[in-house]
């Protein structure tokens, strides 16, 4: 395998001193997941990476990125000395994304952005190797990780970047330097760092400021703050496409189909008229399907082979994967599971209830987490989840924590069901509830950590296959 990297080009990137020549085939800044061959970075954040240099090293580490050498490494070790790792990571991603000439995607939003990353990569996989970032590596460390592990023969990359407080996604948007930028939607996720919609829209909309020259926005046209999005895009990008449901989207999802666990998708562009299949349940995730397809005739993609490539496109652990659950101790018949355990803001849980709304099964259940971060509007946005059309369609709604007990209150006695102030004590109780035909909806912010009811649910009996 040729090097990724190789240590003078990793000093010339950072400013930094190379006490041996070595060379990388990829980067890590966990030993716990560290592979043979990769450079380690020492990122001090909980704990200082410095502490776990030898270790990588004797792991097979290839070399490491530090600001000293540490106590137990030798003098002539495989290391990059720097004045400073983050800054030099920073330095080593922009270096990545110098030598990247094919076009860079760049995506935020308030909900959805890993899901439309990840249909991004899967639509641009036949037509050229595709670089993405990994999970949810959209921080300040991140988004520099990405750009720096970026192969020198990528045809494509898509960056997600996120944020948690106000200024965060405009440096990283510069770092990315992206052909083309968009905005999934605008919600109250984060809200209590920026106190209103429209402070989170113009922090979303920042992303433009990273453009290329002659460089491509993608905004939600659906959104109230849709005419912020623009604002800022006309002052940085080239040219504007807005999509969405919206008449006069320039990409407009005209119809959607639900038929089981898939997703038909009409899509107008223009005198264009396209079908597109999702292999999963939702018009939210029919949204973010416009604007990868938006995307690729932007960048003038074969769009039959990126719909073919989108219709691959599985959604990932803890974002609504579906599940089969063999209920072991009825002997005979299941449980379906919806695990979308991995965050949750106002608009992706009313996403995710229209998705639950629409199952066929026996009773639909929905366990739902709290809502974090929403400042002082979180009690009253917790209770108001109770007026939400698809809740007439749910049977049953468990709450877990101090915030969703106000939608327990204000639920309907008939549909209450328990309520928990932690995960640990719905993964004891919920299973004694459930019943054969029972869909099971968990969706809560990743804190809350409804991932150990998912895991209870999957100890009932055994799996028997995810779509």
């Known amino acids: 395998m040729s090097a990724l990297w190789t240590s003078d080009e990793i000093a010339t990137a950072t400013a930094g001193v190379a006490q041996a020549p070595f060379g990388v085939t990829g980067i890590s800044i966990d030993t716990r997941s560290l592979e043979a061959g990769d450079l380690f970075v020492a990122l001090s954040a909980a704990r200082d990476g410095h502490d776990f240099v030898a270790d990588a090293l004797a792991k097979g ?67 050229g190797r595709v670089h993405a970032s ?90 109230a703050q849709s005419a912020i999005l623009h604002d800022t895009a006309a002052a940085h990008a080239a040219r504007i496409i807005r999509f969405g449901i919206s008449a006069d989207a320039d990409a407009c999802l005209t119809e959607v189909q639900l038929i089981e666990d898939r997703t038909i998708c009409t899509l107008r562009m223009g005198d264009d008229t396209r ?26 993609c074969d769009l039959a082979l990126g719909a073919l490539g989108l219709a691959s496109w599985q959604p990932v652990t803890g974002r609504g994967t579906r599940e089969s659950i063999t209920l072991s101790r009825l002997h005979s018949g299941a449980i379906e599971m919806i695990d979308d355990a991995y965050n949750a803001n106002p608009a992706s849980v009313a996403a995710a209830l229209d998705v639950l709304a629409t199952a066929q099964a026996r009773r639909r259940v929905a366990v739902l987490g709290d809502m974090l971060e929403l400042g002082a509007q979180g009690p009253a946005m917790h209770a108001e989840l109770a007026d939400l059309p698809s809740m007439e ?60 009811v998912v895991d209870a649910l999957r100890n009932l009996g055994q799996s028997v296959g995810e779509t």
């Open 275 to 300: 079908l597109f299949k999702l292999n999963a349940g939702g018009k939210h995730l029919a949204l973010n399907g416009v604007a990868v397809m938006a995307s690729l005739a932007a960048l003038d």
């Open 393 to 452: 369609h749910i049977e049953i709604i468990h709450t877990v924590g101090p915030l969703m007990e106000h939608l327990h209150a204000s639920l309907p006695n008939r549909k209450q069901g328990l309520h928990c102030e932690t995960a640990d004590q719905m993964a004891r109780q919920l299973p004694k509830t459930l019943q054969e035909g029972d869909i099971v909806l968990l969706k809560g912010s990743n804190s809350v950590k409804l991932a150990r």
């Open 61 to 127: 580490a290839g070399g490491a990125l530090v600001s000293r050498i540490p106590d137990g490494v030798a003098q002539d070790a495989p290391l990059i000395v720097v004045e400073d790792v983050q800054t030099a990571l920073e330095d080593l991603g922009r270096a990545g994304r110098a030598r990247m000439n094919g076009p860079v995607i760049a995506i935020t939003g308030s909900v959805g952005k890993t899901t439309t990353k990840e249909m991004m990569r899967a639509a641009l996989a036949p037509l």
């Open 134 to 223: 990994v999970a949810s590596y959209n921080n300040h460390w991140g988004v520099p990780l990405t750009l720096a592990r970026m192969p020198r023969d990528s045809a494509y990359a898509v960056i997600e970047i996120g944020m948690n407080a106000p200024g965060e996604i405009a440096p990283l948007a510069r770092m990315a330097r992206p052909h083309l930028a968009m905005v999934t939607t605008v919600a109250a996720a984060h809200l209590e760092a920026f106190g209103s919609l429209e402070g989170i829209a113009h922090e979303k909309a920042s992303i433009f400021e990273g453009l290329e020259e002659g460089g491509i926005a993608l905004v939600n046209a659906d959104v």
